[in-house]
């Protein structure tokens, strides 16, 4: 079964940039979409299809994807950018999606 | 807007079925395209995924819950049924329901419901 694996944990000061990494087989040949969740709150989408940003959602979010890894950048880091981030695929040859184990972002 | 809300027991005891219900406003599940699924995060744990319905009533669900599972709509009503059979202490969880379009990236995300499953 595909497995998407993410770091459990990321901690930078603020003003920073934050990288997130999504590894899997060949997810380069997939869509990656990435999630942001804050405690007690639903998920919500901050990039999807690799790159692409929903409308609401600050530029200093983007998201890249090539070989084995996929990578949500965030620029300048905030204090409201603290939450867990999950990446996101369909996987096809299995007809299911697939989410990442999370990675909790700490801003000192 | 596109609004989903999820209900269902705030507790089950093992063994039985648990039958959520997501009600959605906002759109149509007969639109080509359209897609609803069902999310769950154990308390302090990653999410995982369920299952999903299309708009043509095609259904998918995870591997290792394919078993207890069934994902049924009614379209007349804007409602999505989630039912599990057989639950488990393991299934306590928040459930989430969720709307897609021509993609598998999730929009729209319900506020969730918190199962508890214990004697």
């Known amino acids: 079964s595909y497995v998407l694996t993410q770091p459990p944990s990321v901690s930078l000061a603020p003003g920073q940039t934050a990288r997130i990494s999504c590894g899997g087989d060949n997810i380069g040949n997939k869509g990656v979409h990435w999630y942001q969740q804050k405690p007690g709150q639903a998920p919500v989408l901050v990039v999807y299809?690799?790159?692409d940003r929903p409308s609401g959602i600050p530029e200093r979010f983007s998201g890249s994807n090539s070989g084995n890894t996929a990578t949500l950048t965030i620029f300048r880091v905030e204090a409201g950018d603290e939450a867990d981030y999950y990446c996101q695929v369909w996987d096809s040859s299995s007809d299911r999606v697939v989410f990442g184990g999370g990675t909790k972002l700490t801003v000192l | 807007q596109i609004t989903l809300k999820e209900s269902g027991p705030a507790l089950v005891k093992p063994t039985q079925t648990l039958t959520l219900t997501c009600t959605f406003s906002g759109f149509s599940l007969t639109t080509s395209g359209v897609r609803v699924g069902w999310i769950r995060q154990p308390p302090g744990k990653a999410l995982e995924w369920l299952s999903l319905i299309n708009w043509d009533d095609d259904k998918h669900y995870s591997p290792s819950l394919r078993s207890r599972l069934t994902i049924t709509k009614d379209t007349s009503k804007n409602e999505v049924l989630l039912t599990m059979t057989n639950v488990d202490p393991v299934d306590t969880a928040t459930y989430f329901c969720?709307?897609?379009?021509?993609?598998?990236?999730?929009?729209?995300w319900g506020q969730g419901t918190l199962v508890t499953v214990s004697s």
């Open positions: 299809m690799d790159s």
């Open positions: 969720a709307h897609s379009y021509r993609g598998y990236w999730i929009d729209y």
